[in-house]
């Protein structure tokens, strides 16, 4: 299986890129998902973000980029405060996200989906495109393919790229391999790694915890809202604590989905399916 493992150590400033401060959020008045999370993110680190399920991993991506009401805490990017902003403003501000479901648009073309990602700066979209395509090379061959006509790797391909398009100092992801065979999954692991060595600064949820740590810099196991442990990735997967109350779960967890109704579909070099 291919792997990809990322540096285990990023030069460090004073400053995070992104910080949550203590973050309080949840949907429902008084019933809150986040109970005082803690995340930092520096510049050019890959951070991953795992716990069970329930944990608030993909609350903690929405409250960041604004989907989700914060009740306590902050977030900040570059020393600037941006709790509760809307997705457009931070977007402008450098911060991409890339949700688990729903992440193109069926109706529209490839090359037109990432036009989308770009409508504030339309003009930068040739530069931005040449570089999304330096990624996902496949994209600049089928540009004109409706993004419908996709599978789900393909699709995630074209919410990463678009999601790049505004050049972003922040990526989000939402658990990019969910739904994906497991070749599929190590395809997309490849990406963001590759995403993340250009320069990218990446904050990933992911339920494929092992995986996950395997390539990340740096991780966050979330429990009931908080960060319950954090280290490299390579000492979470060695940490007995870890390993007994949270890996053996989230495999389970893993396992489960898999059994559920077949999503994946047969890979090509390429990495798209004919």
């Known amino acids: ?28 008045p008084g019933v809150n998902i986040l109970n005082g999370c803690t995340v930092d993110a520096y510049d050019g680190e890959l951070i991953g973000i ?29 020393g600037e405060e941006i709790t509760s902003l809307k997705a457009d ?20 073309s490839i090359e037109e989906n990432l036009e989308m990602g770009i409508f504030q700066s339309p003009k930068k979209f040739a530069e931005r495109f040449e570089f999304v395509t330096t990624l996902f ?20 391909m ?18 990019p391999s969910a739904g994906l065979s497991p070749v599929r999954q190590d ?4 990406r963001v790694a590759e995403i993340n060595r250009a320069g990218v600064t990446v904050i990933m949820v ?14 966050y196991v979330l ?21 007994e109350l949270y890996l053996g779960t989230l495999a389970a967890d893993e396992d489960a989905k898999r059994k559920g109704p077949a999503t994946a579909e047969p890979p090509t070099a390429s990495g798209f399916t004919a």
């Open 158 to 175: 074209v919410a990463m790229s678009r999601a790049l398009m505004m050049d972003p100092s922040v990526l989000l992801l939402d658990e």
């Open 89 to 108: 403003k931070l977007v402008a501000k450098g911060v991409g996200m890339v949700p688990q479901n729903n992440n193109v648009f069926p109706s529209l």
């Open 223 to 243: 429990d009931q809202g908080k960060d319950a442990y954090t280290g490299t990735g390579r000492e979470l997967l060695n940490d007995p604590r870890v390993t």
């Open 1 to 28: 299986m291919a792997q990809a493992v990322a540096s285990s150590t990023v030069t460090r400033t004073d400053e995070p890129v992104l910080r949550t401060d203590d973050l309080v959020a949840g949907y429902l």
């Open 137 to 156: 090379p496949e994209l600049e061959k089928r540009r004109r393919q409706r993004a419908g006509s996709l599978s789900g790797g393909e699709r995630q």
């Open 50 to 78: 795992i716990g069970p399920n329930g944990a608030g991993k993909s609350t903690l991506l929405k409250a960041i980029f604004g989907q989700v009401r914060i009740r306590g805490g902050a977030i900040w990017l570059k």
């Open 206 to 219: 992911e339920q494929n915890a092992r995986r996950c740590l395997q390539i990340c810099h740096r991780a």
């Open 187 to 190: 395809e997309t692991f490849l």
